[in-house]
């Protein structure tokens, strides 16, 4: 859990009790109802932590898979790389990875890879195969593109950021699990914020499950709401990464491990670029990776705007929740979510973030999206 000497009262960092609880009850209501089997929460202001509660099957001391919320750390990581001059978003790929070169793929650009604009969403690459460097090169050999690099946007669930890590480990020289923990994790006194599980750590991570039911085609046709597309983001894909093995990996776009303490403690990072004295982020890199840089592309799903920044997203405009936001955000709140509802960001308005983990992988995307909107509008009015 996060060290102790960071929590506070909610009062000593500008938070209203009252609106915690009512935060903390709509938190509660899936575990009361038994739809959710383990859910934690945090809040997090001034760089220290203020409200920290778990509830059903965890404990303070659990840890969760955070999915799709890794690729912020994954990127963070990249960033440094970007801020110390060694790498530039700008550059080719197969200048840096030369056996990305084959299918067409020489012209992807690194900030490509960062925005989902790089043309392989699907791109296979089994988890394992990151540990044999053969293998490694032979997958992103393999690849093909689905359209031209930079004409459209699809979420590339994890194809791009093996990429990105690729990339760290060949700039950075040391491994990408090594480069998190070194530069992000152990700076920001996150000791239990792991890319790359260690095995003795195993015990205390709450196992993914899938509960609820999902909508039938007749119920999506009956709410006007568009089915979702099938990706690689399956039942069977989710329960794999309860395999130490897969936890060990660290998959880039959605391996990390940690409680949501260390989830709204790391966004403290990003809003003061560090911890205490330890700057680790300038000001000037945050600037630009919060800058928005998918201009007027929407998804697909929805036809909205995407607003992707640099590995992250920023809410923006009044449909921010499609994005993944409380109603109450501010348009410049920025973050990355994970599967299963895992919730993840900061808003330099009020300079509170927050994490929110749970272990249940509601099937009912409705529910689980209304639930994920519900739970940031009323952690973003906390202030007291």
């Known amino acids: 859990m996060v060290e102790e000497q960071l929590l506070t009262s909610p009062e000593d960092v ?8 009512t935060l903390l009850t709509r938190v509660q209501r899936e575990v009361n109802e038994s739809l959710l089997p383990a859910v934690q929460v945090a809040l997090a202001r001034h ?17 969760f898979s955070i999915f799709s919320a890794t690729k912020a750390i994954t990127s963070a ?5 970007i801020q110390d001059g060694r790498l530039d978003t700008s550059e080719k790929v197969a ?11 020489q012209v992807v650009t690194v900030e490509q890879l960062f925005t989902h604009t790089a043309g392989f969403p699907s791109a296979p690459f089994a988890p394992l195969d990151w540990n044999d460097p053969n293998r490694r090169a032979a997958r992103f050999d393999q690849w093909v593109l689905n359209w031209p690099p930079g004409s459209r946007f699809e979420y590339h669930p994890t194809s791009s950021m093996w990429v990105i890590a690729d990339i760290i480990e060949r700039r950075a020289g040391i491994s990408f ?6 530069k992000i994790a152990k700076p920001l006194g996150l000791l239990d914020l792991f890319v790359g599980l260690p095995e003795s750590e195993n015990d205390r991570v709450v196992a993914n499950e899938h509960v609820g039911d999902g909508l039938t085609d007749e119920e999506y046709t009956r709410l006007g709401i568009p089915k979702p597309p099938v990706t690689e983001v399956t039942e069977e894909a989710i329960l794999s990464f309860n395999d130490p093995q897969i936890r060990a990996v660290g998959v880039p776009g959605g391996g990390g491990v940690m409680g949501a303490g260390e989830l709204a403690m790391f966004y403290q990072g990003l809003l003061h670029g560090g911890t205490g004295d330890n700057r680790i982020w300038e ?18 799903m929805f036809g909205k705007l995407v607003n992707r920044g640099l590995g992250i997203i920023i809410a923006g405009d009044e449909e921010r929740g499609y994005r993944g936001f409380g109603k109450t955000n501010s348009a410049d ?5 994970g599967a ?10 009020t300079g509170i973030s927050l994490g929110y983990c749970t272990s249940g992988h509601d099937r009912n995307t409705l529910r689980q999206g209304r639930r994920g909107v519900a739970i940031s509008s009323y952690a973003a009015v906390c202030l007291a």
């Open 77 to 81: 990581a990249a960033w440094l790389l």
């Open 177 to 182: 699990q090594q480069f998190v923990r070194e």
């Open 14 to 21: 500008g938070l209203d009790p009252e609106k915690i609880a």
């Open 47 to 63: 760089g220290k932590l203020a409200v920290f509660e778990s509830y059903g099957g965890a404990d303070d001391d659990s840890l």
């Open 283 to 300: 000001p000037d890199t945050m600037s630009s990776v919060r800058r928005v840089r998918t201009g007027e592309l929407t998804d697909a």
């Open 95 to 105: 200048d840096i990875i030369p056996e990305f070169a084959s299918n067409g793929k």
């Open 333 to 337: 709140t920025f973050g990355h979510n």
């Open 340 to 349: 299963g509802g895992q919730l993840a960001w900061a808003d330099p308005a």
